[in-house]
């Protein structure tokens, strides 16, 4: 599992940041990519990864500002035709279905695969499958904004290999019905309990990746005990009032959060094109003052998910 930043500009593009998008790369979990907003532009960015827009299987919209959601057709329309024919899933404040068939009505744009919209409008579990768990709730940004937290199921113990060995057993189907907890009787006659060679399960990871918004409860109660939180930063703590105005949130505010939520690492983003190199370091300078498992990110920077103990 791997967060890959397209984009982490705020507003408007800069010369070295795009616009909000992020993707969550779940290749190794369900062969998919999870995106979360579509900035303009953001199926160029995507061209300098190894991203693959067949690949991508749901799109999570925070908010419906443009710097959030205006390269959704242009993607939509540049999968259809490089060959994804997979179904679609997009989630997102009421008006998403509504701004994206529009669009594609409008340029008369086919696609060669079903699009489906999830509206969402209040606390609730989005997505639930055997893998992963998809919750929402609302934050304060003047407008209908959403923090997203993903769940993903407990690992199940990996088989013990070496010890089989040890015990020479060979492989084979054997092998699976010993991973499974089963027991089973080798052809020697030795009777072997599955689980004494299983090891523990791993739990399962936790990301959230919050939209635009002001300091608020649900940000705490999204980010709990999270490994990572993706939290804007749009403001630094000497531009407080500015945040609020704005509803915005400053690197303090984001520190805030992750310390009052015990997460392991937060990644800050939607940075404004006013700050420079120094603005920058004095960003993440600020933040760790509160919270120092602190990084920001720069576009296309990516950032491993690691198992709790790695």
């Known amino acids: ?22 993707a969550l790369k779940l290749l190794d979990e369900r062969n998919a990519v999870w995106l979360f907003d579509c900035g303009e532009g953001t199926q160029l960015q995507i061209l ?17 500002h443009g710097d959030h959601i205006f390269g959704l057709p242009g993607l939509l329309s540049s999968r259809s035709f490089q ?10 404040p009421p008006g998403i279905a509504e701004f994206v068939r529009t669009a594609l009505k409008v340029s008369q744009t086919r696609l060669s695969y079903e699009l489906k919209f999830i509206e969402i409008g209040k606390e609730e579990i989005i997505f639930s499958d055997k893998q992963a768990t998809v919750s929402c709730l609302p934050l304060d940004h003047g407008i209908a904004s959403f923090g997203y937290r993903i769940v ?19 492989s084979g189907p054997i092998y699976g019905k010993i991973k ?13 309990n599955g689980k004494e060679f299983v090891g523990q399960k791993k739990a399962g990871r936790v990301v959230t990746i919050l939209g ?30 500015m945040a609020k105005a704005y509803y915005h949130s400053t690197s303090h505010h984001a520190a805030q959060v992750a ?33 120092p498992n602190t990084k920001i990110v720069k576009d296309m920077d990516i950032i491993e998910v690691p198992f709790e103990n790695e």
């Open 1 to 22: 599992m791997e967060l890959q930043f397209l984009g982490t500009g705020a507003g408007v593009p800069a010369k070295h940041r795009n616009v909000s998008s992020i």
């Open 48 to 64: 300098k990864s190894n991203i693959r827009p067949r690949k991508i299987e749901k799109i999570f919209i925070t908010h419906l």
């Open 83 to 92: 060959g994804g024919d997979e179904k679609l899933e997009i989630y997102g």
């Open 152 to 170: 993903e199921a407990d690992h199940e113990g990996e088989l013990q290999v070496d010890k089989l060995a040890a015990l020479n057993i060979p």
């Open 180 to 192: 499974r907890g089963e027991t089973v009787e080798l052809s020697d006659g030795r009777v072997i």
């Open 212 to 241: 635009d918004t002001r300091k608020t409860k649900n940000s705490v109660l999204l980010a709990k005990e999270a490994d990572i939180l993706v939290h804007e930063s749009t403001f630094n703590k000497e531009e407080e009032k």
């Open 259 to 291: 310390k009052e939520a015990h997460v392991k690492k937060l990644i800050l983003t939607h940075i404004s094109a006013r700050y420079l190199t120094g603005d920058i370091i004095q960003l993440e300078n600020e933040a760790k003052e509160v919270f």
